[in-house]
């Protein structure tokens, strides 16, 4: 059964934020995340968005963080990915052309991308 997706922003200094999505990116939630992480990045000038949460993730999603991303160097912000799902990381290196995220070498187990 599909998770849905819940996603939290916590703001611990005025110069960053941490976002964090915990459930599926899909379909039917990349409009949410897409909202949230255009804010984000907006008010920030670093973004950290946590995926240890996040169980699937499919094209929207990934769209949605690629859209995030360049409006991010649009403005000279950074958004930064944590937490990356291992079984997620070859096809998130694969479709982000130039180094669109700053991402952590760690790798959680637990969930997959498709």
Known sequence: MPRPLRVMVNAPEPDHCVLTAAGELNV???????????????????????LAGSAFCDC????????????????????WLRS???????????AHPHNAFTSESRHSHSAGVT
């Open 28 to 50: 039917v939630t990349a409009a949410e995340l897409r909202a949230v992480l255009q804010q984000a990045v907006t008010t920030y000038p670093r973004t950290v968005v946590d």
């Open 60 to 79: 929207s999603g990934l769209s949605a963080r690629l859209a995030a991303s360049r409006h991010a160097r649009e403005r000279g912000a950074v958004l």
């Open 84 to 94: 990356v799902p291992y079984a997620g990381a070859p096809f998130l290196r694969l």
